[in-house]
């Protein structure tokens, strides 16, 4: 991928999704040890127990299941970076990603709040429902609980190979400049090849979706499929206009072609209509077969 790397610094930012969580787990070591000596087991290591403080909580679990939702919506509106947790973020789309994570922090803070709210209650109940495993000084107090939860974005600019200012020699530095720009070029392959799977997928899904099945006495059948197939597919087309941070002409040809397709064309056109859909696959299998998903983005 031949890409100007002081462009895209320009172009992209780093950002990374910082969000903690009160889990509600305890190890409980008296019954690990009951567990392993029940099992006749010779190391106290030989098993690990958990318990739930807030069993079946569905505040707690409300919380849990929002903080994927809002990983799913910063995976989404980014492209993968570093295994350390930071993502590339186009600029262009950093006013969207803002507006959308602080939609996200409020909805959060909602749902803590009504989890905080009722967590005297909460701990009560949990006196019932663990019996014997229930012991009140594993419980925080409220005020400590709260200061688990939080939810913040932290961005920082994309470096260069310039900003290597060190006080070396200028053999060692010239060898970390050529390593970090041969990083620097594997990392934005990755990013590219991600916006590249995310189209091939979406492509993929309306081709196999729009297919037929030969039941067993001879007659064709339609396959079904959600509206979101549309849905998904121009929401995609949308946003790779900003994740396409190499300025791939290939990948920008691809979602162009795919977007053409789609324009005008409702879920209920391709389920009533046979030209439309006929149309479309016929169209989407056309792209799928002029680009090598695999190798055209090097």
């Avoid at 787990?25 to 098993?47: F, I, L, N, P, Y």
């Avoid at 091939?200 to 309306?206: F, K």
């Avoid at 206009?241 to 409702?266: K, Q």
Wanted: aromatic letters at 8%; charged letters at 30%; one cysteine or more.
């Amino acid at each position: 991928m031949n890409s100007n790397v002081a462009g895209i610094a320009r172009a992209a930012m780093l950002v990374e999704l910082n969000v903690s969580l009160y889990s509600g787990r305890k190890k409980d070591k008296a019954t690990q040890a009951e567990v392993t000596a029940a099992k006749g087991a010779h190391s106290k290591q030989a098993a690990s127990v958990y318990k739930s403080l807030f069993a079946e909580c569905k505040e707690l679990d409300d919380i849990t299941k929002f903080q994927g939702r809002v990983r799913a919506e910063h995976y989404r509106l980014t492209l993968p970076w570093s295994d350390s947790g930071l993502r590339l973020l186009p600029t262009k789309s950093l006013l969207d990603y803002q507006k959308t994570m602080d939609d996200r922090r409020r909805e959060f803070d909602v749902l803590v709040n009504k989890f905080l709210d009722k967590y005297d209650t909460l701990v009560a109940a949990a006196a019932f429902q663990l019996g014997a495993l229930f012991n009140r000084d594993e419980y925080p107090l409220r005020e400590s609980v709260e200061r688990r939860f939080s939810m913040a974005s932290a961005f920082s600019p994309l470096p260069i190979s310039g900003d290597f200012r060190l006080d070396i020699e200028a053999e060692v530095q010239q060898d970390l400049v050529r390593q970090y720009e041969t990083q620097m070029q594997t990392m934005l392959h990755k990013a590219n090849t991600d916006a590249w799977q995310r189209l091939y997928d979406v492509l993929s899904a309306i081709s196999d979706r729009l297919g037929t099945d030969e039941q067993e006495d001879g007659t064709v059948k339609k396959r079904v499929f959600k509206d979101t197939l549309v849905g998904n597919a121009t929401d995609l087309c949308a946003l790779l206009t900003a994740l396409n941070v190499a300025n791939d002409p290939m990948l920008e040809r691809a979602r162009a072609r795919l977007e053409s397709t789609l324009v005008d064309v409702t879920p209920k056109d391709l389920r009533e209509s046979e030209g439309t859909r006929t149309i479309v696959k016929n169209k989407v299998d056309a792209i799928l077969s002029d680009f090598d998903w695999f190798g055209c983005e090097d």
